[in-house]
């Protein structure tokens, strides 16, 4: 059973960089890991996500050209490198993982809140 654990929140000031980590564990193979976000009661959006296996990667246009994620595969670690941060990224940051081509993600970490001050 696949568990997940993020790290490396915390305030940071606009234009800065963070990078968040989330280790697993469990047998990834075949599944999507997932960065997402959410403000107060608002939907959790996916930020960028990675195929396991493939290492494929993708990043919503929100951050395209900010945000990055990246694994290791043998750490079985996946890093959401986010720089240039702005105000507006101020989120709880959840990474969650599910079945390649399953439409929700499944399992989920408890999140870690970023802060970016201006």
């Known amino acids: 059973q696949v568990q997940l654990v993020e790290s490396g929140g915390g305030l940071v000031k606009a234009g800065g960089s963070l990078t968040l980590s989330c280790a697993a564990s469990g047998n990834l193979d075949y599944y999507v890991v997932g960065w997402l976000r959410q403000a107060a009661k608002n939907e959790r959006t996916v930020v960028a996500a990675i195929t396991w296996s493939e290492g494929r990667t993708y990043v919503a246009d929100s951050v395209k050209g900010r945000f990055t994620i990246s694994r290791n595969y043998a750490e079985k670690t996946v890093y959401l490198q986010m720089y240039n941060v702005i105000p507006e990224d101020t989120d709880v940051y959840y990474c969650?993982?599910?079945?390649?081509?399953?439409?929700?993600?499944?399992?989920w970490g408890q999140g870690t809140q970023v802060t970016v001050s201006s």
């Open positions: 969650a993982t599910k079945p390649r081509g399953a439409a929700e993600y499944t399992r």
